[in-house]
């Protein structure tokens, strides 16, 4: 098994980060995608076997009504109401290819759909994500599928149906499905606490070796492993270590 280990996001500085790690999921795509020039520079300054993730916009997963929306900092085109929740829009889909346009500029490897906790999985919206999945394109780029608070059954029968890599934090959950590529894609943002993240928490170091072991005993032929709390940098160096 091969095993990235990065952060949600360049921790510690561009430059810095890209002589320590691997890889990176880029966080600024799900806020507002960086104008052609700015991804052009990224993948110029990161090293040739330097692999780059994305997450996808937030027009395609987040309605306009989010707290997110307030990073964006400019008119969106078209209706406001037609943005998030996998809705089989022109507004959706535009935000796909703009996300599709980013990951190609940067020869992403994966692209992280990350859909707001209040997207359970009801009739409604398994039927606009249902739509949404059979008419995108996907060029080249695995799509890891993170919904919050669906039952098991509707989780593993949704990623295999599309075949989407079932993105998951292994201190909470075990991934349900991994792609026909087999690749596991884990996101760690804290420690989970009455019900909410604690994105402050430190990872010891029986945490990471437990962490170790988790993804050791999978059947899978990649692990990428993300790290999203506030000490990510300094926990996927001590992590990396471990290998």
């Not at 996001?9 to 430059?15: D, E, L, Q, T, V």
């Not at 997963?61 to 990073?71: D, Q, V």
């Not at 940067?106 to 008419?135: C, G, S, V, Y």
Request: with cysteine.
């Amino acid at each position: 098994m091969k095993v990235w280990i990065g952060c949600c996001g360049f921790a510690g500085g561009m430059k810095k980060y890209f002589k320590i790690f691997k890889t990176v999921e880029v966080q600024q795509t799900f806020y507002k995608i960086p104008q052609r020039k700015t991804l052009e520079k990224w993948k110029k300054l990161a090293p040739k076997d330097f692999i780059f993730n994305i997450k996808a916009f937030q027009g395609i997963t987040h309605p306009y009504t989010s707290p997110t929306w307030r990073r964006f900092g400019e008119e969106l085109t078209g209706k406001k109401e037609n943005y998030g929740n996998l809705q089989p829009t022109k507004e959706v889909f535009d935000s796909w290819k703009k996300t599709l346009d980013a990951a190609s500029i940067l020869k992403a490897k994966i692209i992280l759909i990350q859909l707001p906790a209040r997207f359970k999985d009801t009739k409604e919206n398994l039927n606009n994500a249902q739509k949404f999945f059979k008419k995108i394109k996907r060029l080249n780029f695995k799509i890891a599928f993170e919904p919050r608070g669906w039952k098991d059954e509707s989780i593993k029968e949704f990623c295999k149906k599309f075949n989407l890599i079932h993105c998951v934090d292994l201190f909470v959950r075990e991934s349900l499905w991994f792609g026909r590529s087999k690749i596991g894609y884990f996101r760690l943002h804290g420690k989970y606490e009455k019900g909410r993240i604690n994105y402050k928490h430190d990872y010891s170091k029986k945490e990471l070796k437990e962490l170790k072991q988790k993804i050791e005993s999978l059947r899978i032929k990649e692990a990428f492993i993300m790290f999203n709390n506030i000490y990510m940098f300094k926990n996927a160096l001590e992590f990396s270590k471990l290998f």
